[in-house]
């Protein structure tokens, strides 16, 4: 558990990934450095330590692993090359799969149906079934535990 996301109720869980979606966007679309977006997301000094710490983790964890993770989405969205998916479904995706195989401090559950509803408010109309299909097909080809 080094996210230190059981730290963190629900809501504030819900809006840190909401923040780190919004870091991890930027530093997708618009190629700014880790470390400067991090440092306007996190300046806020009435953030809770637990939550910066679970953004930051996020992000970070994202960035590291990013290869890794788009290699995986391409071999579960084989009709989507994972530069052409639209950016939001992207780093959702990215995030979720993050969550689930690397971090694995959320349920499947839990982090299924986060990135599903993260896709269905900031993604296109089919975004929330899209993420839900390649999560779907991942935990049930790498985490056979979920099941």
Known sequence: MSGGSSAIV?????EAR??????LFE??????ATDEVLGRYLGNSQMPPATRQFIESLVRGVMAERERLDAIIGKNAPTWPVP?????????LRMALWELLIERDVPVKAAINEAV??????GGDNSG??????????????RPDAQ
């Open 10 to 14: 629900s809501g504030r869980r819900h």
């Open 18 to 23: 909401i923040t780190a979606l919004q870091a």
């Open 27 to 32: 530093i997708d679309t618009a190629t700014h």
């Open 84 to 92: 052409q998916l639209p950016a939001v479904d992207r780093t959702v």
């Open 117 to 122: 509803e993260l896709a269905k408010r900031f």
């Open 129 to 142: 079934r899209f993420v839900n299909g390649v999560l779907g097909t991942v935990v049930a080809e790498q």
